[in-house]
């Protein structure tokens, strides 16, 4: 079994900056791509990026491409979310998840789910 584990999440002021980390650990060689998800208020879960097992492929929705960017260090079992130029509508709970195909997806089609970290950004 892999568990994920996301933190760096907090508040920040629109244009602002944050780093999201999700720790994974167990059963990691079994972990191929990975990706970052959210879930606003009131909405349903959304994709946010993906990234291959060997970081050379990644992918991005449109409402943050150019401004997050996502990056793994297998070595430290760890991926990360570069934050930058946050919006208000940026505001949601982030959640890592993980498959054990190397291919990374939008869909939720992933195997292993951290529990989420908030983030808030304000105007």
């Known amino acids: 079994q892999v568990q994920l584990v996301e933190s760096g999440g907090g508040l920040v002021q629109a244009g602002g900056s944050l780093r999201l980390s999700c720790a994974a650990s167990?059963?990691?060689?079994?972990?191929?791509?990975m990706g970052w998800f959210r879930q606003a208020p009131g909405k349903e879960r959304e994709f946010v990026a993906a990234?291959?097992?060997?970081?050379?492929?990644?992918d991005y929705s449109d409402s943050v491409k150019g401004r997050f960017t996502i990056s793994r260090d297998n070595a430290k079992n760890t991926v990360y979310l570069q934050m930058n130029s946050l919006k208000p509508e940026d505001t949601a709970v982030y959640y890592c998840?993980?498959?054990?195909?190397?291919?990374?997806?939008?869909?939720?089609?992933?195997?292993?789910w951290g529990q989420g970290t908030q983030v808030t950004v304000s105007s």
């Open positions: 998840a993980g498959r054990n195909d190397v291919r990374p997806l939008r869909t939720q089609d992933y195997d292993y």
């Open positions: 990234i291959s097992w060997s970081g050379r492929s990644t």
């Open positions: 167990g059963s990691i060689f079994s972990i191929g791509a």
